[in-house]
């Protein structure tokens, strides 16, 4: 069993607060992101896992055990930074050999591990080439294999895959979900790529300034963003924000937005019981505003088409409403060019709302 | 009128990057990506231009003028690297301020400038900072403004947002293309991200080794690629290819792929046509599988769930069919897990073939 916790757990680097309280659960077998942007906290807290700092305050347990006190190496977890180069001068089976003999396994059970690991691998035909003659993705694998080929309880990596361009860090992502789902090794992925974490991780925990925001399924951090920071990290392009005044006016609960008003009044029990305050932000996605000719609702409002982004499969329209800037993302491109005016209409129940001060999600 | 044109330009000597006899017009006001991959020439194009490289060969035109015997600054072109050329230690006001000084212009038409650009920018706020205290993005945009503010007959840009975090780009990416629009100044941009080029562009010079692969529209690019290179570098995920073979079978025309076939009977003979021999490549793009739980009514092809990655607003699943593994890309939340059995079609209006030998698609 290889269940990570942490229980309140807090670093200070002398007046700098990097985590502060932070509990979280990983279950044995799970592939966990921690998300957030660089400077929040995220390494560190991997670091901690792995015994290369030591908590201010609080409990981490690997298994039933409290890990605190233990080193590095009594942990039995393998850290990986990022897929290192290769040894040039060696064969592939040379390369994973490595960190076995490092270990001073018998030479058959190096053997057996090798085979084994390459084997699940996809690379079990190259073991007796150099690194300059297999491909880039295979390189990539070596790379991998290198790193877990010791099986180590929990596996920690720390953006490994920042370093490699679009298409191979989209093929490693794939590889890398398949092989831990294979090998049902509990593993803590740490990065600041959304949409790394997104596609990846069985759940995704979001920190930012050292303060857990949101632990969730990748679905539950898209769908339902706890708070606007959340909502705001997550998705590509990034969700539009409006500030909003909440208006009561005939019985109807309506968002002022300034050029524009929105019909709440459907969530006015959900918003009404949690808001004080009239301050809101409405959020929307990209792809849930619709784009048209048109008005085809009486809550659509016309905008101004600044930039048409086509950008394969999807569209991006760069509108303006007044002083309010929006992104819209359709997946068939529309007969709308910039310069045009355009209408929007905002799928209501996509629709977030948060509270302008907390930023707490009100819906 | 800032029409540019290269007519037959070589430059293979003594550089990293040659470029081989190439020919490429850019029409007054017109915004063109350079895009390839890192390694191809696009700088080396870019340097040509603007004068700091003599190419070996060819002639180099702007406006009605050959202007291979100009020096850079007669030829009233500005470039923009993709690391940000700052006066560190001046304020962003006198960066912003330096090309006109340098030409004497008067104070006041200075300060004039100076306002009107950081207000497209939306650099107000920084004027009177230094840049070692602006981020990347804020940066990139005085670098940007420094190009813009002598109003240059052409801009040359070397991957100015490569440097900058996913969000920003966006966010940039929109900004630069309304900018350029609204100065009506003909701009080169040299890229490497397909994302960026469909996004901003009028046109796109994809660029292989030196070479000019295919010129046109963004979703010309997109939808009838010129060969497997632009196939293959043009879209994420990038355009499923297939290695098969065109036999006939019980009277009609099949694409052979082994684990699979494909009936292109309705234009088989467009393909004999143009094919050199009957080894082929399938082509086909993510978002143009479908992917069902039963069998379709045509029958479908049979395959099994490989890997799920949740992106969002959309889902990338990858299938096997036999050893040949398609990325099907489906909107909102795909239920499904590794193992299961599905079944996939080719929309036929999207499927692409290419001639394996040559590599030319040729329906």
């Known amino acids: ?363 | 009128m800032a029409r540019v044109l290269l007519e037959n330009v070589t430059l293979e000597k003594g550089i990293l990057c040659p470029v081989h006899s190439l020919t490429l017009e850019v029409r007054d006001k017109e915004f063109v990506s350079l895009l390839a991959p890192s390694g191809s020439g696009k700088t080396t194009t870019l340097r040509i231009v603007a004068g700091l490289d003599r190419p070996e060969k060819g002639s180099v035109w702007i406006g009605d003028e050959e202007v291979g015997d100009m020096t850079p600054a007669e030829r009233d072109v500005a470039m923009i690297f993709q690391t940000y050329a700052l006066y560190p230690h001046v304020s962003v006001r006198d960066n912003l301020a330096s090309p006109l000084k340098v030409r004497k212009t008067p104070e006041t038409e200075i300060d004039r400038s100076v306002k009107e650009v950081a207000e497209v920018l939306h650099i107000e706020d920084l004027l009177d900072k230094r840049p070692v205290t602006l981020s990347g993005g804020e940066m990139q945009r005085v670098a940007i403004g420094r190009a813009l503010i002598r109003k240059p007959r052409v801009y040359l840009m070397d991957e100015p947002l490569t440097n900058l975090d996913a969000k920003l780009r966006v966010e940039l990416r929109a900004e630069m293309k309304r900018l350029q629009k609204e100065l009506g100044q003909t701009t080169i941009y040299a890229t490497h991200d397909e994302v960026e080029a469909l996004a901003m562009s009028n046109r796109i010079a994809v660029l292989n080794q030196g070479r000019l692969i295919q010129y046109d529209a963004p979703e010309a690019i997109y939808t009838h690629p010129k060969n497997t290179f632009v196939a293959r570098f043009v879209g994420t995920p990038a355009m499923n290819m297939i290695p098969c073979s065109l036999e006939e079978k019980h009277g009609r025309k099949i694409l052979q792929a082994g684990a699979f076939e494909y009936d292109i009977t309705d234009f088989a003979e467009a393909v004999q046509g143009k094919a050199t021999g009957d080894e082929l490549v399938l082509g086909v793009r993510p978002a143009h599988v479908e992917l069902h739980s039963k069998p379709p009514v045509d029958g479908g092809i049979q395959a099994s769930v490989y890997v799920v990655e949740p992106m969002g607003r959309m889902t990338i699943v990858d299938v096997k069919v036999g050893e040949n593994v398609f990325k099907v890309k489906v909107p909102h939340l795909f239920e499904g897990k590794p193992g299961d059995s599905v079944w996939i079609s080719l929309d036929p209006r999207s499927v692409h073939i290419f001639d394996r030998k040559t590599g030319e698609a040729i329906a």
């Open chain 1, 1 to 363: 069993m290889a269940r990570v916790e942490l229980k309140n757990v807090t670093k200070r680097f002398g007046s700098l607060t990097a985590v502060d309280t932070l509990s979280l659960t990983v279950e044995h077998k799970e592939f966990m992101c921690i998300l957030g942007p660089s400077g929040c906290g995220k390494t560190t807290t991997l670091r901690m896992i792995a015994g290369l700092e030591t908590p201010t305050s609080g409990l981490i347990y690997i298994g039933d055990e409290i890990v605190n006190e233990m080193t590095p190496s009594e942990r039995d977890i393998a850290m990986v930074f990022q897929f290192y180069a290769l040894y040039p001068g060696m064969t592939v089976y040379e390369n994973l050999a490595f960190p076995l003999k490092a270990q001073k396994l018998a030479k058959n059970e190096i053997g057996r591990i090798v085979r084994e690991t390459a084997e699940r691998l996809n690379i079990s035909q190259i073991l007796e080439r150099k690194p300059h003659q297999i491909t880039a993705g295979q390189a990539q694998r070596v790379a991998l294999g290198r790193a877990v080929v010791r099986k180590p309880r929990v596996y920690l990596l720390d953006e490994p895959l920042t370093n490699l361009d679009a298409r191979l860090r989209a093929y490693m992502r794939v590889e890398l979900k398949r092989l831990q789902r294979e090998w049902e090794q509990t593993t803590i992925y740490v990065t600041h790529d959304q949409l790394e974490a997104i596609a990846m991780a069985d759940r995704i925990v979001i920190i930012d300034r050292g303060v857990l925001q949101q632990c969730d399924t990748p679905e539950g951090v898209y769908s339902k963003p706890g708070n606007r920071f959340v909502a705001g990290f997550v998705g590509s392009p990034p969700m539009n924000f409006i500030d909003a005044s909440l208006v009561e006016a005939d019985g109807r609960l309506l968002a002022d937005c300034g050029p524009f008003k929105t019909d709440l009044s459907q969530f006015s029990d959900i918003i009404g019981r949690e808001q004080r305050s009239s301050e809101v932000v409405l959020g929307m996605r990209p792809e849930d505003i619709k784009v048209t000719k048109e008005s085809i609702e009486p809550d659509s409002f016309q905008a101004e088409v600044e930039a048409v982004e086509p950008i394969g499969d999807e569209t991006i329209y760069d509108v303006t409403v007044g002083e309010i800037r929006l992104r819209a993302l359709t997946a068939i491109p529309l007969d709308i060019y910039a310069g045009e005016e355009a209408w929007l209409t905002v799928d209501k129940n996509k629709l977030h709302v948060f509270d302008r001060r907390t930023g707490e999600a009100l819906l």
